[in-house]
């Protein structure tokens, strides 16, 4: 465990966003794509509290949504492209934007709970202060 002061909540989200854990920035937040780590494996940090369930997911369609059909209406007011050339286009774009941005997001999501003591953060981060204390 690692003897260093809490994170500023804006340090946290950016941490989270970059998938590396919220306390100590330097360990994994994830196992999988988007399995969240059970501890940190550098800090020691519980991070099996989160409760992020569909919220990455709504929020990834939102800033896709946005995205996409922003970029459709305007190419279809300004070039009227055929259909095919539509469908060759956006359906790709639209599983890259959202598998790219499917676990910064959840991390951000993590890193917010964590931040903000929700879902037995607050109790886990006390623990883990006494342990760092009293090491």
């Known amino acids: 465990m690692t003897d260093q002061a809490e994170p500023t ?3 946290a989200l950016a941490r989270g966003a970059r998938c590396t854990c919220p306390h100590c920035g330097e360990g ?13 494996n550098v800090c020691g940090q519980d991070l099996h509290h989160h409760r992020a369930d569909d919220m990455p997911a709504y929020v990834v369609m ?6 996409v059909v922003g970029l459709v209406l305007w190419t279809e007011i300004n ?17 890259v934007l959202t598998l790219a941005l499917l676990q910064p997001v959840k991390g951000f999501i993590a890193a917010l709970q964590w931040a903000l ?9 006390g623990a883990l202060a006494a342990v760092a204390v009293h090491s």
């Open 62 to 67: 939102s800033i896709v949504g946005h995205i």
């Open 117 to 125: 003591r929700m879902h037995g953060f607050g109790e886990s981060r």
């Open 9 to 11: 909540m804006i340090t």
């Open 79 to 95: 070039y009227s492209w055929p259909v095919w050339l539509h469908l060759t286009v956006w359906l790709p774009l639209t599983v």
């Open 28 to 40: 994994q937040l994830f196992r999988k794509f988007l399995k969240v780590a059970d501890k940190c």
